[in-house]
C-alpha cells in the first residue's frame, strides 16, 4: 500500500490559511521580500539556526529514514509495521513542510503570485514549470532530484515517447511544453486551474551529486565552470582543463556567485520554483521518489501503463557515507558560510543542517 501523501489542495490550503492570517496585502506599492531579506527572517524565527550552525549540532533532526526511502525507490517494502512506521513519518513531514511554507509565504511582503516576483526571478520559475494539457498538471523541474525521469514521464503522455524505458540521450528541451513560452492570460490560468507539483532533495546532497556529475563526467561543464573555478582558486591554475576541481573549491565559488545568476543545477530550489508565488498541490521527497511518484501520476489521472522509470544502471547515488565523507573533508568554515543561500531549502523542505562537528567526523 502506497503511504498517503496529502489530498490535492491540502498543501495549498494549509499555505492559503498561512497567507489569510497575514492579512490585505500593503498597496499596489508594497514590496516583494528580496530572498537575502527572507533569509535573514528564517534564520532570525528558526529557533537558533545560527548558534546551532555556530556549535555544529544541526542533525539533530532526523530526515526521512533512508533505508525506507530505498525501498520505496525499488517499489519494495518491508513488513507491515516498518511501512506503517514509514507512513507515519511521511506525514509528519509533510505538516512540517506545510505548517513552515503557511508561515513564511503568509507573510504580507512575500509574492502572492509569480505577477509579483521581479522580472528576473518570475522568468526563471516560468523557465521550469513544464506543462502537460493533456493532464492538466505542472511540474517544477529541480535539476538533480530525477528532473530527467520526469521529463520522460511528460514526453510518453505527451506521445513523444512510446514508453519510459526507451534507451536514448534525454534531449531536456524538444518534445517539452514550458509555461514560459505561453501569453500571461495563458499562464495564469493554468496557475489556477492545474494541479502542480515539484520534487526536493536535501540540498548538500543534491549539490554533491552536481559537482560529482557535472565536474566528473561531462566535459562540457568541466571546460565553462571548471576551468574558471580552478583559475580563481588554485594558485598556477591558468593553464586547468577544468576536470579536476575539488569541492572546496566549488563550494567557493559558489558562496562568490549570486544566487540568481548560478546554473540550474547548483541554484537553490527555492528561486528555481518559488513555492511561495506559486500553490503547489504536492511537494514530492528524493527520498520517497517512488511512492511520491506513483501518488502524483494517480492524481493526474495518468494511464495504467505509464510509470515512473527505474534508476538508470550506471547511476551512481550518493550515499550518506559519501556525503559524510565529503562533508567532513571540507574546512567547516566554508559549509558554514554556505549554509545561508541555501537556508531557505533547507528550512522550507525540512531537511536538517548539514552535522560536521568533530565528534560526528570522527565515526
Known sequence: ???????????????????????????????????SMLMFGVILASSGLLLMIEKG??????PLNPAAGEAARRGGGGGGEEEAAGELEAAVLRDVRNRTLGAVCGQRTMPRSVWDLPAGQRRTVLRHLLVSDKYRF????????ACSNWKRV????????????????????SDLVFLAD??????????????????????MERLLSAYRNKFGEIKEYQQKYGAEIIRRYRKNGANSA??????????RYLLDEEVERMNE???????????????????GSYERLNADANYVL????SPSFVRFPERQPWYKPVTAETLHYYLCNTQRRLIKELLPKYILDFSLFAYPLPNVSSEFCRQ
Open 138 to 145: 505542472l511540474y517544477c523541474y529541480v535539476p538533480k532530484v
Open 1 to 35: 500500500m502506497l503511504p498517503r501523501p496529502p489530498f490535492p489542495g491540502e498543501g495549498r490550503r494549509a499555505a492559503a490559511s498561512g497567507r489569510s492570517r497575514a492579512g490585505p496585502r500593503a498597496g499596489g506599492g508594497g514590496a516583494v521580500l528580496l530572498p
Open 242 to 251: 577544468g576536470d579536476d576541481v575539488t569541492f572546496s573549491e566549488f563550494l
Open 298 to 301: 494517480e492524481q493526474v489521472r
Open 154 to 173: 511528460l514526453k510518453v503522455l505527451g506521445g513523444a515517447l512510446e514508453s519510459v524505458d526507451v534507451r536514448l540521450k534525454m534531449d531536456h528541451k
Open 265 to 283: 543545477h547548483w541554484m537553490p530550489i527555492y528561486n528555481l520554483c518559488q513555492p511561495c508565488a506559486v500553490r503547489y498541490d504536492f511537494i
Open 57 to 62: 549540532i544541526l542533525a539533530e533532526v532526523k
Open 182 to 203: 505561453m501569453k500571461p492570460d495563458e499562464i495564469t490560468y493554468r496557475l489556477e486551474n492545474y494541479y502542480k507539483f515539484l520534487f526536493v532533495r536535501n540540498p
